[in-house]
């Protein structure tokens, strides 16, 4: 009798667990956070007419940029800024290109409830979720409770944060081997942390700074996106933007909030003269000159270096 009570109370459990739970891997339920956040991430029941998921366009092999200079949403409508690739995303302290958004978890929301980007309310999300046999097993294995949109914003931002790479040519060269980077990246590094002053802002191990500067892309005519001071009212924050990381540029072209770039030896040319582009910019931070006097060759050198920090994930 007792023995058979053992089996009912430890046995029967273990076993009944088990198989559920290879039921659900072989359904393809997510088992973790991290694999749920992915299946969402990938998912186009997102979006309100089940056309684009996240990763239309955060696009993987694009170190999670998009190839425009501003993408299209669900309906075919433009983003007002260009999409920024996600690695790495969880060290910053604010999301978006003017910081309106406090981390992953907060910023999930917007592009599920941006009438261009994923048109959705928060209800009918809910709803969906809810009806949907696989996401609700995968929300009650994992949070034991029914798909709501924080335990969704909790999800994705969970893959978010596993999407981290620090094996670019520059992390082997800073380890050691003096191989890694060519000789002219090594020179561009030079001129990165030297005279071209790209590091006054570009720190960190991500080479950002979670800062507002504005280097110039603001006239209030056709460059019109005033940036940060939309969110934070602060006249010096006109036409400035979080400085962005730098990993990865070789995958996120174009380049800046705008995808005014299209090519990394195009950002070079703009540091160098910026008045050759923009001569009636408002409220440049001092830190840009007016003219770097880099050659040729050292801009190409710099270049190098941009392109040495791209993670070899990216390139088997
Ligand atoms: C229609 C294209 C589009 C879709 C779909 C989209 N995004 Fe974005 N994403 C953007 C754009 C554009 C920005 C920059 C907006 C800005 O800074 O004002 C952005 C910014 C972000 C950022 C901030 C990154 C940073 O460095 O600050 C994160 C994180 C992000 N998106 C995650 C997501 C997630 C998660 C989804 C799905 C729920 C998603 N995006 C869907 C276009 C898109
Ligand atoms: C005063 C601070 C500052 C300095 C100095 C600076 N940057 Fe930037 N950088 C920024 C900001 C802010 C942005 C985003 C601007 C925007 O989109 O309007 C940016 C954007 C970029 C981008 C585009 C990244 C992307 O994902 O679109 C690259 C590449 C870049 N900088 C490289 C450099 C290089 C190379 C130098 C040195 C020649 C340099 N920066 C000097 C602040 C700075």
């Given at each position: 009798m007792f023995r058979l009570r053992k089996v009912f109370l430890y046995v029967v459990p273990i076993f009944w667990a088990s198989a559920v739970l290879l039921f659900a891997a072989d359904k393809g339920i997510p088992q973790n956070e991290v694999e749920l956040g992915r299946k969402l991430f990938f998912d186009?029941?997102?979006?309100k007419n089940r056309?684009?998921?996240?990763?239309?366009?955060?696009?993987p092999n694009r170190a999670f940029s998009d190839t425009m200079p501003l993408s299209r949403g669900f309906d075919g409508g433009l983003t007002l800024r260009n999409t920024p690739g996600?690695?790495?995303?969880?060290?910053?302290t604010l999301m978006f290109w003017d910081g309106r958004a406090e981390n992953l978890e907060a910023q999930v929301i917007h592009p599920l409830t941006h009438p261009v980007e994923m048109g959705m309310n928060a209800a009918d999300m809910e709803k969906r979720l809810r009806n949907d046999p696989a996401y609700k097993a995968a929300f009650r294995h994992?949070?034991?409770?029914?798909?709501s949109v924080a335990l969704l914003s909790k999800a994705i931002a969970a893959y978010e944060r596993s999407?981290?790479?620090?094996?670019a040519p520059f992390d082997r060269f800073m380890f050691g081997?003096?191989?890694?980077?060519s000789p002219a990246a090594q020179r561009g590094r030079d001129l990165f942390i030297g005279?071209?002053?790209?590091?006054d802002c570009h720190f960190s191990p991500d080479f950002t700074a979670d800062e507002y500067r504005n280097?110039?892309?603001?006239?209030?005519?056709?460059?019109?996106?005033?940036?940060r001071i939309r969110i934070?009212?602060?006249?010096?924050?006109?036409g400035s933007f979080r400085v962005p990381g730098l990993r990865n540029l070789s995958l996120t072209a174009p380049y800046m909030h705008n995808g005014a770039f299209p090519t990394l030896e195009a950002v070079v040319a703009y540091y160098n003269k910026p008045d050759d582009h923009?001569?009636?910019?408002?409220?440049?931070?001092?830190?840009?000159?007016?003219?770097?006097?880099?050659?040729a060759e050292e801009q190409a050198d710099l270049v190098a270096f941009l392109k040495a920090l791209t993670s070899s994930h990216f390139n088997p």
């Open positions: 186009p029941i997102l979006s056309s684009l998921s996240c990763a239309g366009c955060h696009i996600l690695v790495s995303a969880s060290s910053r994992i949070y034991r409770a029914v798909p999407l981290e790479w620090y094996d081997d003096t191989n890694a980077m005279k071209a002053g790209c590091f280097i110039g892309l603001f006239n209030g005519k056709n460059w019109n996106d005033s940036g934070s009212g602060k006249p010096e924050d006109l923009v001569p009636d910019a408002i409220n440049r931070d001092a830190l840009i000159k007016p003219n770097l006097n880099l050659k």
